[in-house]
């Protein structure tokens, strides 16, 4: 029922930023704590940054933690994702999705591409 859609994603060199963006359609995202997610090609989907629904707690994958920072609009039935000090090795296709994760909503995801 729930329909999510990334975007924001693109080309940038090492030490840049990206803000990546995902919307909501079909349910509202505060009804649930929120997640981004994100693979790599050969690798499997993993864990990058998740937010709660109350009172807006963030975790971490320690890869990223101190560069990139996740946050809500409950109002906008958004959830983004800052990401600064971007490493070649965060290239990979980032996906927003409710946390845990549930298996019918991934989207299309956005391409990450840091070059060095």
């Known amino acids: 029922q729930v329909q999510l859609v990334e975007s924001g994603g693109g080309l940038v060199q090492a030490g840049g930023s990206l803000r990546l963006s995902c919307a909501a359609s079909?349910?509202?995202?505060?009804?649930?704590?929120l997640g981004w997610f994100r693979q790599a090609p050969g690798k499997e989907r993993e864990f990058v940054a998740a937010?709660?629904?109350?009172?807006?707690?963030?975790y971490y994958a320690d890869s990223v933690k101190g560069r990139f920072t996740i946050s809500r609009n409950n109002f906008k039935n958004t959830v983004d994702l800052q990401m600064s000090s971007l490493k070649p090795e965060d290239t990979a296709v980032y996906y927003c999705?409710?946390?845990?994760?549930?298996?019918?909503?991934w989207g299309q995801g956005t391409q990450v591409t840091v070059s060095s």
């Open positions: 999705n409710i946390y845990p994760a549930h298996s019918d909503y």
């Open positions: 079909g349910r509202t995202l505060s009804s649930a704590d």
């Open positions: 937010i709660t629904m109350t009172g807006g707690v963030t």
